[in-house]
């Protein structure tokens, strides 16, 4: 990956962040990358755990037999392994014929709870031709161990061994999904205890669905190895693209810019935003500092599509609130291409795409766009892609895993819990009449006489 900073520095940009304001938190920069050296977080220490992936790929290998691959998860647990799939994969994969797909498993994911949506799923996926890997850490997650439930009901109603049709994510050591492995013997893969769902993408948690359907994993594990060497070694923030990306979305969020807005140039990428969203807003989303201040960190991460959006959300991004900073996702050698035929060549208003390729014409777009937004003093920057492979995308989820570390790090906030989704849960567990949560739930019913209702 290459980066290109320049339409967001204030050097080039109305009111925009200028080297030397930059400057001026390179020693809390410089703080986190020696305390990274010291004490690497434990999502990077997977990167190099050979005997983690071994095990992944035995467990794959016996999973290729099927026809479908199901993937029941949800946030964490889910979204790592669409990013991948959308990004690597045919966007009409699970339509080829299986020969087209060199023998390799269709691939589903049950993440909501919409009845509607789960039971299209089930419509057209036979259990008996089916794996089902139930993945949540901590074994109580309600949509995942619903749809569990759900699959599980199939199995057993359908005379199916669940040892030969379910595989489990989760915990090494606790939890009922870890229980439920030991005591019926259903095959289980370890989420790590120091890596969270949001930075699983490179466990167990998103590569053995990639594993199963094909995917070189150990390219994308060596891909965000190479990011973090490539990170922990360079002192220049504006030589280290993590160091330099943090410091410009850190510096303008505290300008008033709270939104982060990650604009792909290709169908293939728009999965990644759909992950980086999550990984952004949970990750920076905090109420309290570290010191328990209450500092309300974060922005708010919003994915765009192009060109798709030019005609959507850019005519705000250009003059509405100068509110964002925008990240372009660009590609610079497409996997296929088209070359637009000289037809019309009469019609000035079409003779000038004749001839030309579909891949110009789509990176001429985003290059003009990001011009247009420079000129109108919006803070944008762009990510180019050689390709987009097993390498690329393993560079770019080691990437952002790093920069929104060293994001957290500059909010001094808690980078890792997520503590304002905790209470939604607990608020689901008793209303759904869980034990154990009974004051909740009469917490819930107090809280509901003193609301003034307004219905219509």
């Not at 160091?243 to 604009?263: D, F, P, Q």
């Not at 969203?277 to 192009?306: D, H, M, Y």
């Not at 000038?352 to 000129?375: F, G, H, P, R, V």
Request: include cysteine; hydrophobic fraction near 40%; proline fraction near 4%.
């Amino acid at each position: 990956m290459k980066f290109d900073f320049t339409n967001a520095l204030g050097e080039n940009l109305l009111d925009g962040i200028k080297y030397e304001g930059i400057k001026g938190i390179t020693g809390r920069l410089h703080a986190f990358l020696e305390n990274f050296r010291q004490n690497p977080p434990g999502f990077v220490k997977v990167f190099k755990d050979s005997s983690h992936l071994e095990q992944i790929l035995k467990v794959a290998d016996k999973c290729k037999k099927f026809e479908n691959f199901v993937l029941v998860g949800i946030g964490g647990s889910a979204l790592g392994n669409q990013a991948v799939f959308g990004a690597l994969f045919h966007p009409m994969w699970n339509s080829l014929p299986k020969n087209k797909r060199n023998g390799f498993p269709r691939f589903f994911v049950m993440d909501n709870v919409d009845p509607e949506h789960i039971a299209s799923i089930l419509d057209i996926v036979d259990p008996a031709e089916s794996v089902f890997n139930i993945v949540s850490k901590s074994g109580s997650t309600s949509e995942t161990m619903a749809n569990y439930l759900v699959v599980r009901g199939i199995l057993e109603a359908r005379g199916l061994d669940p040892r030969e049709h379910l595989v489990f994510t989760t915990d090494p050591n606790e939890g009922v999904l870890r229980k439920i492995s030991i005591d019926e013997n259903i095959p289980a893969l370890e989420v790590p205890s120091n890596v969270g769902g949001r930075f699983s993408v490179l466990t167990a948690v998103g590569l053995l669905s990639g594993a199963s359907t094909g995917v070189d994993v150990k390219k994308m594990l060596d891909g965000a190895q190479e990011e973090v060497d490539r990170f922990k070694n360079e002192d220049d923030t504006f030589k280290n693209p993590v160091l330099l990306n943090a410091a410009i979305h850190y510096l303008y969020s505290r300008g008033g810019k709270s939104i982060s807005v990650m604009m792909p140039y290709s169908n293939a990428l728009y999965t990644l935003a759909d992950w980086y969203r999550q990984l952004w807003a949970e990750s920076l989303g905090k109420e309290k500092s570290l010191t328990g201040e209450t500092v309300n960190a974060g922005q708010t991460p919003i994915k765009s599509l192009g060109t798709i959006d030019q005609h959507s959300q850019v005519q705000l991004y250009m003059e509405g609130p100068n509110d964002k900073v925008i990240t372009f996702l660009r590609v610079e050698s497409f996997r296929r291409n088209l070359k637009i035929p000289v037809v019309h060549q009469d019609r000035k208003e079409l003779s000038y795409l004749c001839n030309n390729e579909m891949k110009d014409l789509i990176n001429y777009e985003q290059e003009a766009t990001s011009l247009a937004l420079l000129e109108h003093g919006r803070p944008n920057l762009t990510i180019s892609f050689d390709s987009i492979n097993e390498t690329e995308i393993g560079r770019f989820f080691g990437y952002y895993e790093l920069l929104v570390t060293a994001m957290g790090f500059l909010y001094n906030i808690n980078t890792f819990d997520q503590p304002g989704v905790e209470l939604g849960k607990q608020n689901t567990y008793a209303l759904m009449n869980r034990k154990g949560y009974e004051a909740q739930k009469q917490h819930i019913e107090d809280v509901k006489k003193n609301l003034k209702i307004f219905k219509i």
